[in-house]
């Protein structure tokens, strides 16, 4: 049973957690009569909330010099967390990747790391739930940091769960306060300019849209699309494809037939806003006998050294999720270090890549920049 005293001495605990989640391992705490005169209580109640924090490892005391912060790094775990079930089939190699280049970053900084996954499926647009052991684990002060892979719906309560455990939070949309962002408005803008200076004027785009997805291409962006482009090009909504999620077998090859039997005009450009549908894609184009470039150019939004080799000649607009998990791991470790409650998000580089005669060749790179958000 826990007394009043105990809650005290808990609550006690809980905010000198906070406190010392602002401060560096080495960092000498306030003498226990500044913390009687900050927390309220007694200097009992706070020399058991001492003892707690000293039994987790997050401070020692050193006789006749005071107490000081411990670098926790060296026994607690890096949380990596996904909604999404990456074990399953047809979750995106992308995810799969990045979680590996993380696991790997840590690695190499001397810090363990601990993988919670959800039970969603691709294209599952139920509510995220409460990952319960994530949550064990942070109220019991068994992470240092914990990295999301996944947006809106994880960063409603695993936001408010990681500040109240004082554990830095890295995400991977801008629903995070701090996050490496994948710019897609600016890939999908790329891919669409790339097409016009090939000559291409009538352009169809496969997607996938729903809300609050970061991958996909809602028909907001797909209106900010039509007005960066010239008025005699042309995208009109029954070559706009976003309905089916790129991991349904079949879902490229579906959007693809839609778009070309939809009108008695064709596109002479394609943009694939996901390299789930490529494969796809490629049974199509065979099956309805389109020439690729001759009939219909391609350009592909993809994740470097994932997507796979393709039987026609198309263009990339690449990311690559090494370089994704560089960026976050990064921005964990300088939390760890030095606490900052700005909003801070980077954009990740990516790079257009073309099909020459001799092969692909890098054409321009698109470099990352960071921005602070209010």
Not at 137 to 166: M, N, Y
Not at 269 to 277: C, K, T, Y
Not at 350 to 366: A, E, K, N
């Amino acid at each position: 049973m826990v007394t009043a005293g105990d809650s005290l001495s808990l609550r006690m605990a809980s905010r000198l957690r906070r406190l010392i989640s602002n401060l560096k391992p080495g960092d000498r705490l306030p003498a226990e009569t500044a913390l009687v005169a900050e927390l309220g209580g007694s200097l009992t109640k706070v020399r058991e909330a001492l003892t707690l924090l000293v039994q987790e490892g997050l401070i020692e005391r050193r006789q006749g010099s005071g107490t000081y912060a411990l670098d926790t790094r060296q026994t607690r775990a890096v949380g990596i967390f996904s909604s999404l079930d990456l074990t399953h089939p047809h979750s995106g190699l992308f995810f799969r990747v990045l979680t590996h280049e993380l696991r790997e970053f840590f690695a190499r900084e001397g810090q363990a790391t601990r993988l919670y996954l959800g039970h969603s499926r691709p294209g599952d647009t139920a509510a995220a739930v409460c990952d319960p052991i994530l949550q064990h684990d942070l109220k019991h002060h068994q992470l240092s940091g914990v990295i999301a892979l996944t947006g809106t719906r994880s960063a409603e309560w695993l936001e408010p769960q990681c500040e109240r455990a004082g554990v830095p939070l890295v995400g991977r949309t801008s629903d995070y306060a701090h996050a490496c962002i994948v710019p897609h408005q600016e890939m999908l803008k790329v891919a669409a300019h790339y097409l016009h200076d090939r000559g291409c004027r009538r352009l169809a785009l496969l997607g996938w849209e729903e809300e609050h997805h970061p991958g996909g291409a809602p028909h907001d962006l797909v209106d900010e699309m039509r007005a960066w482009l010239p008025d005699h090009v042309i995208m009109p909504d029954a070559w706009v494809r976003t309905d089916l999620h790129p991991a349904w077998p079949g879902a490229g090859w579906e959007e693809l037939r839609e778009i070309w039997m939809s009108r008695r005009d064709k596109p002479d450009g394609l943009i694939v806003a996901d390299d789930n549908l490529l494969l796809d894609v490629a049974t199509a184009l065979g099956e309805i006998g389109i020439g690729v470039p001759e009939d219909l150019q391609v350009v592909a939004k993809s994740s470097a050294r994932v997507t796979p080799t393709m039987p026609f000649p198309h263009a990339r607009v690449e990311i690559d999720p090494r370089i994704c998990a560089e960026i976050m791991g990064q921005m964990l470790l300088q939390l760890q270090d030095r606490p900052s409650r700005r909003r801070l998000h980077t954009e990740a580089e990516f790079h257009l890549i073309v099909p020459t005669d001799q092969g692909t060749r890098h054409r321009s790179v698109h470099n990352r920049s960071s921005q602070e958000v209010r």
